[in-house]
T-cell receptor
Framework: GQNIDQPTEMTATEGAIVQINCTYQTSGFNGLFWYQQHAGEAPTFLSYNVLDGLEEKGRFSSFLSRSKGYSYLLLKELQMKDSASYLC??????????WGAGTKLIIKP | GAVVSQHPSRVICKSGTSVKIECRSLDFQATTMFWYRQFPKKSLMLMAT?????????EQGVEKDKFLINHASLTLSTLTVTSAHPEDSSFYIC??????????????FGQGTRLTVV
């Protein structure tokens, strides 16, 4: 079956750096997305990786290793507003998005 | 970025009644829209794929007669929860991709609808 795994919850300190991991097993691979979702709101797009390596976008970076079925989202200079759930999603062979359960990130002052 | 508008954002209805949720792509045309359901602390669960001008494709385990989907135009899809029961209470989200022919096109989401059935 298809499976996306990410930690349920993480805690970090304001101003610090946090890495949220995602491992996947899917039928085919057409890219991996990271989304941010604040409580009670819809997800918003953060990043897309389809080739191995690191993609940097401001305070957020996303890394992909296709051979390992592994990705991470790196958040730097954490701010209180970064408290949210972070969803990993993989586009499978049919271009359908398979979603992880999300990682709830708690930022402490 | 592209905008997808979903309405209503919150609805409370009585058990046995029906509720319609609208999803509109405001600045692009979407042949395909997706309807998700999300439980607390759970992943987004794809319910169905809405296809303009044809029948929706439902995921396994989703009752097509209970969750009616209509995609009458390239900018509007509706989800009707018929004969709602308390177990249908959930967060429903629609999404669409701006350019369906590009692999790296992100999905844009509506604001979500919090349905509470009492």
């Amino acid at each position: 079956g298809q499976n996306i795994d990410q930690p349920t919850e993480m805690t970090a300190t304001e101003g610090a750096i946090v890495q949220i991991n995602c491992t996947y097993q899917t039928s085919g691979f057409n890219g991996l997305f990271w989304y941010q979702q604040h409580a009670g709101e819809a997800p918003t797009f953060l990043s897309y990786n389809v080739l191995d390596g690191l993609e940097e976008k401001g305070r957020f970076s996303s890394f992909l290793s296709r051979s390992k079925g592994y990705s991470y989202l790196l958040l730097k200079e954490l701010q209180m507003k970064d408290s949210a759930s972070y969803l990993c999603a993989v586009s499978d062979s049919n271009y359908q998005l398979i979603w992880g359960a999300g990682t709830k990130l708690i930022i402490k002052p | 970025g592209a905008v997808v508008s979903q309405h209503p954002s919150r609805v409370i209805c009585k058990s046995g009644t029906s509720v319609k949720i609208e999803c509109r792509s405001l600045d692009f045309q979407a042949t395909t829209m997706f309807w998700y359901r999300q439980f607390p602390k759970k992943s987004l669960m794809l319910m169905a794929t809405s296809n303009e001008g044809s029948k929706a494709t439902y995921e396994q385990g989703v009752e097509k007669d209970k969750f009616l989907i209509n995609h009458a135009s390239l900018t509007l899809s509706t989800l009707t929860v018929t004969s709602a029961h308390p177990e249908d209470s959930s967060f429903y989200i629609c999404s669409a991709r701006k350019d369906e022919n590009k692999l790296d096109t992100e999905a844009f989401f509506g604001q979500g609808t919090r349905l509470t059935v009492v």
